[in-house]
């Protein structure tokens, strides 16, 4: 696995959250919090990057990561770099570790990916500069660590606290890059009650999540759970043939008022987004009181902001 951590303990890179230390990821949830303001009010500003460059790199779709870590680096007063790739040189062949050289060479500093393949994030990261850091904006279905970072942040918001926690995590968990790092993330921080929920379809393999409990029934996954986190459907990762019926979907695992009744009264309901309505969630939830599901969203940019500070302020003064 990729180092990303320095030697003194600074995070230089964030491929994964898979080991990352409780320290540190409470230290990046205190940042982020620091950084979160209600809306309306004007959101924060520094000079941490000031003088800095973030490149934003992805080859796959996105709205809310890559707006988010835009806005967040311009929030720290760094210069923006997004690179249309269907626009660039990579149409022509040229190869990722050649972009990423080429981005280095005019003084990029933090390069933002988001790639489809398994394991871009790590070879980027090991032929880079030293000076330079690697983000992960989601890698295949493996991982989605600021995604992680921004879950945890709102449970914490939420909830105040991990050590009595019973989180349950539906959906297509097999394709899931969000599910992963939630994984991780909650385990690290202490979660005592880690459950996933899907059909067997879109279960994992048994190596994987170990430590929650599997269920494959929404009443009986959601049972007494404080927080419901729902997962999109990932078509883009499945064969025509293996796409679930969308109709009976919703029926058996799709999220409704009536089924939240089985979760705590005061359980909350989180969604990475992009969000199927109607198939694995019903528009009154995800739009009704206990949806935490926008103050997601807006995380994200503090969650980044603290992360794009991080890795800055652990290169020291070079
Ligand atoms: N949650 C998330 O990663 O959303 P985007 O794909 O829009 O970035």
Redesign the pocket.
């Known amino acids: 696995m990729t180092q990303q951590l320095r030697a003194d303990g600074g995070l230089r890179h964030l491929i994964t959250l898979d080991g990352l230390p409780r320290p540190l990821i409470e230290r990046l949830l205190d940042h982020a919090q620091r950084y979160v303001r209600p809306l309306g009010e004007k959101p924060p500003a520094s000079q941490a990057l000031a003088g800095r460059t973030v490149a934003n790199l992805f080859t796959?779709?996105?709205?809310?990561?890559?707006v988010s870590f835009e806005l967040a680096a311009k929030r720290l007063g760094a210069d923006v770099v997004n690179l249309e790739v269907q626009l660039s040189s990579r149409v022509k062949g040229e190869s990722m570790l050649d972009t990423v050289y080429t981005l280095q060479s005019v003084h990029v500093d933090v390069m933002v990916i988001?790639d489809a393949e398994t394991g871009v994030h790590g070879t980027v990261a090991a032929h880079v500069a030293p000076h330079v850091s690697i983000l992960s904006?989601?890698e295949s279905h493996v991982a989605?660590p600021t995604?992680g970072l921004l879950d945890a942040l709102t449970v914490r918001q939420h909830k105040g606290r991990f050590d009595n926690l019973a989180i349950a995590i539906v959906g297509d968990i097999r394709h899931s890059r969000?599910a992963r790092s939630a994984y991780h993330v909650f385990s690290a921080l202490g979660v005592p009650d880690l459950r996933i929920v899907a059909p067997r379809a879109l279960m994992p393999e048994p190596e994987e999540f170990g430590g929650c409990t599997r269920h494959t029934t929404l009443d009986g996954g959601l049972k007494d759970a404080d927080v419901v986190m729902m997962l999109r459907i990932q078509k883009e990762r499945m064969a025509q043939a293996d796409l679930p019926d969308a109709d009976g979907y919703f029926a058996n695992y799709g999220l409704t008022a009536q089924r939240l009744a089985a979760a705590r009264p005061d359980a909350i309901v989180m969604h990475?987004?992009?969000m199927n309505r109607g198939i694995e969630i019903a528009s009154d939830v995800a739009d009704g009181p206990r949806s935490a599901i926008r103050d997601q969203v807006r995380n994200?940019v503090a969650v980044r902001m603290a992360v794009l500070a991080e890795v800055i302020a652990s290169r020291g003064a070079s």
């Open positions: 796959e779709p996105s709205t809310r990561t890559r988001r904006a989601g989605h995604q969000v990475p987004q992009p994200g």
